[in-house]
């Protein structure tokens, strides 16, 4: 049985869940056994809805205790959870969650791990899963060797599936330890798209000078309905926030559309975008080695060519 863990966020289903499932859903079809899914805490979505990614069952610990995530203690109750479900593959997420809880579930269950698989198991002959390694330069195909199993699947490597569909939704105890930390305070972005889960990403770097010109990647962001990110020495010299800076040492994404503006594209930074669908240079440089990664590259100082692009995109 694959159990399939649902990660939430202020009480709602993450976007990476939903590729969760599909892989999750798909695996269970290709080993010929059932899936089901599990939510840790309290959720303000309607978990029956998730039958339309291919899910009949799902689990929920309806505790409020779990509505914050707490590695240790989330550890606890899906090792339990696992156990008492007859589980033997557990499928995650490879986002920040996943990355937490993983490899503490892998030493708790005994269970064999892969992190960050990009696409279905071969189940042929064993369990051998393929995932990106050296900053996506090339990919490791990794044999799990234990009855049981953990994989975490790469955010936007799967691309969720949905239907129609009812799931059933089943309450279920599992003992919830006390938690050692305590989280005293949130600082939640409100209304802006998270980085991790959008689809057009406007990215910018040094080339744009300071932060006093960020209004033009803001802009055009918000127009498209994505999300702004940034190479490491913008968000090093303060000109953004950390949490937006994207590569080797920050945040890995693969959305539909990634804008590069004023970004060289050294190797470290494409190590964190490389996987995005269609990337989009813009650089005064035409030697820049990013425009070698581009499928569209403009050349041109971006204080022109940006303010064109925002034009266009609101005559759309
Ligand atoms: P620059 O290299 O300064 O490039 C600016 C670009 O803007 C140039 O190509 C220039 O032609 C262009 N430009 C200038 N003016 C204009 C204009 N008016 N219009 C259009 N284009 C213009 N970097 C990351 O981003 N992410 C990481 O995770 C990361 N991790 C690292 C880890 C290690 C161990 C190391 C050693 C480095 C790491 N770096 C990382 C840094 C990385 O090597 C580069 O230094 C960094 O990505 C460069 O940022 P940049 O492209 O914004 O700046």
């Given at each position: 049985m694959v159990l399939i863990f649902i990660d939430q966020s202020e009480r709602k289903i993450k976007k990476t869940s939903f590729e969760a499932i599909t892989y999750g859903v798909k695996l269970a079809a290709q080993l010929n056994t059932t899936a089901a899914g599990l939510v840790l805490g309290q959720t303000?979505?309607?978990?029956?809805?998730?039958?339309?990614?291919?899910?009949t069952k799902i689990q929920q610990v309806d505790d409020a205790a779990l509505n914050d995530m707490d590695a240790q203690v989330y550890t606890t109750v899906i090792a339990e959870a696992f156990r008492n479900a007859g589980a033997d593959t557990l499928v995650m997420s490879a986002n920040l969650t996943g990355k937490a809880i993983a490899p503490r579930l892998s030493v708790r269950l005994k269970a064999g791990l892969v992190t960050g698989a990009v696409s279905l198991p071969d189940?042929?002959?064993g369990f051998v899963v393929k995932k990106a390694v050296f900053s996506g330069k090339a990919f490791a195909h990794v044999a799990v060797q234990t009855p049981q199993r953990i994989v975490t699947v790469s955010p936007n490597a799967i691309r969720a599936e949905s239907g129609s569909g009812e799931a059933q939704v089943e309450k279920i105890t599992v003992a919830v330890p006390a938690a050692?930390?305590?989280?005293?305070s949130r600082d939640v972005l409100k209304g802006e798209v998270s980085l991790a889960d959008a689809e057009i990403v406007v990215s910018g770097g040094r080339?744009?000078?300071?932060?006093?010109?960020?209004g033009m990647i803001e802009e055009l962001a918000k127009l498209l309905h994505g999300a702004t990110a940034c190479s490491r020495p913008v968000a090093d010299a303060h000109w953004r926030p950390h949490h937006e800076h994207v590569g080797q040492t920050g945040g890995a994404i693969a959305p539909n559309l990634y804008i590069a503006v004023g970004i060289s594209g050294a190797i470290q930074h494409l190590a964190g975008v490389n996987r995005s669908k269609t990337i989009v240079v813009i650089n005064k440089d035409p030697e820049a080695p990013f425009f070698k990664a581009a499928d569209y590259g403009i050349v041109g100082d971006a204080f022109e060519v940006m303010p064109k692009i925002i034009e266009a995109v609101k005559k759309l």
């Amino acid at each position: 049985m694959v159990l399939i863990f649902i990660d939430q966020s202020e009480r709602k289903i993450k976007k990476t869940s939903f590729e969760a499932i599909t892989y999750g859903v798909k695996l269970a079809a290709q080993l010929n056994t059932t899936a089901a899914g599990l939510v840790l805490g309290q959720t303000d979505d309607d978990l029956s809805s998730l039958g339309k990614y291919g899910l009949t069952k799902i689990q929920q610990v309806d505790d409020a205790a779990l509505n914050d995530m707490d590695a240790q203690v989330y550890t606890t109750v899906i090792a339990e959870a696992f156990r008492n479900a007859g589980a033997d593959t557990l499928v995650m997420s490879a986002n920040l969650t996943g990355k937490a809880i993983a490899p503490r579930l892998s030493v708790r269950l005994k269970a064999g791990l892969v992190t960050g698989a990009v696409s279905l198991p071969d189940t042929g002959n064993g369990f051998v899963v393929k995932k990106a390694v050296f900053s996506g330069k090339a990919f490791a195909h990794v044999a799990v060797q234990t009855p049981q199993r953990i994989v975490t699947v790469s955010p936007n490597a799967i691309r969720a599936e949905s239907g129609s569909g009812e799931a059933q939704v089943e309450k279920i105890t599992v003992a919830v330890p006390a938690a050692k930390v305590k989280v005293e305070s949130r600082d939640v972005l409100k209304g802006e798209v998270s980085l991790a889960d959008a689809e057009i990403v406007v990215s910018g770097g040094r080339g744009l000078k300071g932060p006093e010109n960020w209004g033009m990647i803001e802009e055009l962001a918000k127009l498209l309905h994505g999300a702004t990110a940034c190479s490491r020495p913008v968000a090093d010299a303060h000109w953004r926030p950390h949490h937006e800076h994207v590569g080797q040492t920050g945040g890995a994404i693969a959305p539909n559309l990634y804008i590069a503006v004023g970004i060289s594209g050294a190797i470290q930074h494409l190590a964190g975008v490389n996987r995005s669908k269609t990337i989009v240079v813009i650089n005064k440089d035409p030697e820049a080695p990013f425009f070698k990664a581009a499928d569209y590259g403009i050349v041109g100082d971006a204080f022109e060519v940006m303010p064109k692009i925002i034009e266009a995109v609101k005559k759309l």
